[in-house]
């Protein structure tokens, strides 16, 4: 893929630089300051290793630690160390990268890499529609916290938070869901004329506010695919076999394992986060022989058990936060629509009790939303900046860089 193929993408994080530009950043960037590529040693083996390590403590997660927001950072973590290192073997071994059949391997996961932009973008997009589900999730919590007595106001102001809120995330699960459908995405009970005006306008705002947001913002196509893409990047993926390993002085091994954790990473975030056609019908053929492929396949396996759970089969995304803000959501609008004026004191708590599990959420939001999303912008430079070394490399040139 030529680089003018993903400078659309680029837009979207702003780089501020162009193709040109990158070039001159130095060759290897470790995460480690004031060492650089020529101190450091990573053999392969050793590299096999390490990528073992980190994805055997990723797959030690609870279930309650599992897809939350701190496993999807460690996560990416995760895979920005195994390429740096990646890259440190290849800096140390640049002789044989040169040559054929290596140049082909390495030359073929920098393609798969690129393809990961639009998902970078998708993710992106979709931590910032969380981000406007936050904002809702603020107004509840100043309607209903920190108040001495609870009322109606405060109860019609939160009550409208909820709806707008039930109104986002479904919109995120079936963009074409009925007004009806909708005003019954929390489960609520209340039938009334006047309740269901109020839900109609208020659904009636919400669409006009989300295509606004999505017009200023989306940075990937309507017609584009996450189920489509991660097929694209998985395909034609195979373990390298033993005539391969000669002629590559082992050097096949870790370029294989490379492309199967970049198609995990952008798998997992696909099935986490809400983004375009999300699908996880991926295979991942990976041979047990590799030290890392128990613990990428026992990942693989839980997070498809948990698509598959009654409560999470047509979620917009995975992530726990998620799951505790439908729950959340959907207890607080209940009760509330069951509440009569003025509040005896076991109502009274039972609301309070609701509205703290809310606070919760909306820290984990608040503490992990933002780094999150550098991370993801993390990411989307190094591919960047990693195409651009490897056309250098080459003795190719980017079209048209500005």
């Given amino acids: 893929m030529p680089v003018t193929d993903y400078q659309g993408s680029s837009s979207a994080f702003d780089i501020g630089r162009s193709i040109l530009s990158l070039r001159r950043d130095p060759v290897v960037h470790s995460m480690e300051p004031a060492r650089d590529a020529s101190s450091l040693e990573m053999d392969p083996e050793a ?40 890259r440190i073997i290849l800096f140390n071994h640049r002789a044989l990268v040169l040559r054929p059949p290596v140049d082909r391997l390495v030359s073929d996961y920098f393609e798969r890499s690129v393809k990961a932009l639009d998902v970078c973008n998708a993710i992106r ?6 981000r406007q589900w936050q904002k809702l999730i603020e107004i509840v919590l100043c309607a209903l916290d920190n108040h001495k007595t609870l009322g109606e106001g405060q109860f019609r102001r939160a009550n409208k938070a909820l709806i707008d809120l039930a109104i986002a995330m479904l919109d995120e ?6 007004i009806s459908h909708r005003n019954r995405s929390f489960g609520r009970s209340n039938n009334s004329s006047s309740s269901s ?9 919400q669409n006009r506010s989300l295509g606004h947001f999505r017009s200023l913002s989306w940075s990937v196509s309507r017609s584009w695919s996450a189920a489509r893409q991660l097929q694209v990047i998985g395909n034609n993926l195979t373990a390298p076999k033993g005539n391969e390993l000669v002629a590559t002085n082992g050097l096949a091994a870790p370029v294989f394992t490379m492309n199967s954790v ?5 798998w997992a975030l696909v099935a986490a986060i809400p983004c375009q056609d999300r699908g996880l019908q991926v ?3 990976i041979p047990r022989q590799f030290l890392w492929a128990g613990p990428i396949l026992s990942l693989h396996e839980r997070i498809l058990d948990e698509s598959k759970k009654r409560d999470r089969k047509n979620a917009c995304g995975l992530l726990r936060e998620i799951h505790q803000i439908e729950k959340c959501a959907r207890a607080l609008s209940e009760l509330a629509d069951s509440v009569q004026f003025p509040l005896v004191e076991e109502k009274e708590g039972e609301v309070r009790q609701r509205v703290e599990e809310f606070s919760q959420v909306y820290e984990a939001l608040k503490v992990g939303l933002d780094p999150l999303g550098r991370q993801v912008r993390d990411l989307f430079h190094m591919i960047v900046r990693n195409r651009t070394e490897g056309l250098d490399s080459s003795g190719g040139r980017p079209n048209n860089p500005a």
């Fill in 47 to 86: 590299f096999q290793k390490q990528v073992a390590d980190r994805f055997a403590d990723l797959s030690s997660a609870s279930s309650d630690e599992l897809l939350s927001l701190a496993w999807v950072r460690k996560l990416l973590d995760a895979f920005l160390c195994c390429h740096e290192e990646f």
């Fill in 125 to 130: 997009d979709g931590i910032e529609q969380i």
């Fill in 173 to 178: 699960k079936d963009p074409n869901a009925t």
């Fill in 197 to 205: 005006t109020t839900a109609h306008h208020h659904s009636h705002h």
């Fill in 262 to 266: 970049l198609l995990f990473v952008m």
């Fill in 283 to 285: 295979h991942f053929n």
